[in-house]
């Protein structure tokens, strides 16, 4: 996109909807929101039918306000729960096939380097556990091994949610699901190490706890790949309905995962942390 | 009739926080209001999860939001 096409040309704002209005005049585009200001500005999604109190859809929600340059950003998802508001949002969407969301995103983002060269355009995959560790495996390790610059978020819900309970590599051993009744055998794939011994340059681990500190993982993960390498977000966004969490009890859960195996975890290349300390110099960006 | 987050205006006036809004699943739901410092919801988006409640009661013990049962149209 660019910011020229998300302005509206003089004297059509009355036939635009009020929500494309709203979104213009009251949005993210050409700005740098805080996150802190959610809830005062008008959001890149407008609504998204995942379930109450879906803390994947809660995750996308503070991504999208993370973001550095909506209007210059292209958004990479696929089958699984997330697309279900990745799709609706203002920001363009692409639905790779489902394993092929890093292969897709690997060219899209060398086309966009050729196409624009003078111009900063970030890609970002959000996909499942199921998309990028298990039938995407091969894609999402190859963009690694390649240097790809684009961000790859696995949004992390332990389980196939979409598709109603299969386990995945990424289900913690012993738990039973609908369609592991016999309890998952094997461990959990560590995901943000294989990250950082295959090429990327910035790897992050989180449970959403802290929307503030969401949004400073989200923003360097993908400064870093604009400028760097691959960039990995490793996620916690449970599934309240596969895993049966009362949905008042969403957050508590994630602020229990986060004492136990999801403690906040940041890994950067010398290089991208020097780069932070420069650019990060006088920013208040303690979350 | 489904469940709905409603804010007590006048206790939450008290506060200058905000923090509930931070932790909404929904985007453009529970809003703020930028000169009466009031979080408030926007009842037809409200999809009852209650996690609201949970920051504002559990965590803050603030108790300025509570369910509250509603009537499609209302
Ligand atoms: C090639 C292909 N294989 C299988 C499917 C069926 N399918 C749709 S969603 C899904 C699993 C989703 O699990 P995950 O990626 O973890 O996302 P979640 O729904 O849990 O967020 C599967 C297997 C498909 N759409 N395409
Ligand atoms: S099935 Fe689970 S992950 Fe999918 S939208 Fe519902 S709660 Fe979220
Ligand atoms: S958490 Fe409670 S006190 Fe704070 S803004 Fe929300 S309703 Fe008001
Ligand atoms: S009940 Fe859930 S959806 Fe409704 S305002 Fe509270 S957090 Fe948002
Ligand atoms: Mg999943």
Same mark, same amino acid.
């Given at each position: ?50 379930? /109450?109190?879906?803390?994947? /859809? ?20 696929? /089958? ?42 970030? +890609? ?24 790809? &610059?684009?961000?790859?978020?696995? +949004?992390?819900?332990? +389980? ?23 309890? *998952?055998?094997?461990? &959990? ?13 910035? +790897? ?20 870093? /790949? ?22 008042? *009890? ?7 995962? !986060? ?14 942390? !020097?780069?932070?300390?420069?650019? !990060? *110099? ?6 | ?74």
């Amino acid at each position: 996109m660019g910011l020229e096409y998300v302005r509206i040309s003089p004297g059509f704002e009355k036939y635009m909807p009020k929500d494309y209005v709203d979104l213009v005049q009251y949005g993210q585009f050409g700005k740098q929101i805080d996150v802190q200001q959610l809830g005062q500005f008008k959001e890149l999604v407008e609504e998204h039918p995942m379930c /109450a109190g879906c803390f994947m /859809a809660y995750f996308i929600r503070i991504f999208y306000a993370s973001l550095p340059k909506p209007e210059d950003t292209i958004v990479i998802g696929t /089958a699984g729960c997330a697309r279900l508001a990745l799709s609706q949002a203002a920001v363009p969407f692409i639905y790779g096939n489902y394993g092929d969301t890093n292969a897709v995103a690997s060219g899209l983002k060398r086309a966009l380097s050729i196409r624009f060269p003078d111009k900063e355009k970030d +890609v970002v995959v959000i996909a499942g556990d199921g998309g990028l560790m298990d039938i995407g495996f091969g894609m999402t390790m190859h963009s690694w091994f390649r240097r790809e &610059k684009f961000t790859t978020i696995m +949004v992390d819900n332990e +389980v196939y949610g979409n598709t109603g309970g299969q386990e995945s590599g990424m289900t913690p051993k012993g738990v039973q699901l609908k369609m592991a009744p016999k309890g *998952k055998q094997f461990d &959990k794939i560590n995901a943000a190490e294989l990250a950082k011994v295959s090429g990327c340059v910035y +790897v992050a681990k989180l449970a959403p706890t802290n929307p503030k500190r969401i949004a400073k993982t989200v923003r360097r993960a993908i400064l870093a /790949a604009r400028h760097f390498g691959p960039t990995f977000i490793h996620a916690y966004t449970s599934c309240n309905i596969e895993y049966s969490i009362p949905t008042e *009890k969403v957050l508590e859960d994630a602020r229990k995962r !986060e004492k136990q195996d999801f403690g906040f975890y940041e890994w950067m290349t010398d290089e991208v942390k !020097e780069f932070f300390e420069e650019i !990060e *110099k006088g920013q208040e960006v303690k979350a | 009739m489904y469940y709905v987050a409603d804010v007590d205006e006048k206790n939450c006036a008290k506060y200058n926080c905000k923090q509930c809004v931070l932790f909404c699943p929904e985007p453009n739901t529970l809003m703020y209001h930028d000169s009466k410092h009031v979080a408030w919801v926007n009842y037809s988006r409200c999809k009852g999860c209650a996690i609201c409640v949970y920051v504002c009661s559990d965590l803050l013990k603030r108790n300025c939001i509570q369910m509250v049962m509603m009537t499609a149209g209302e």
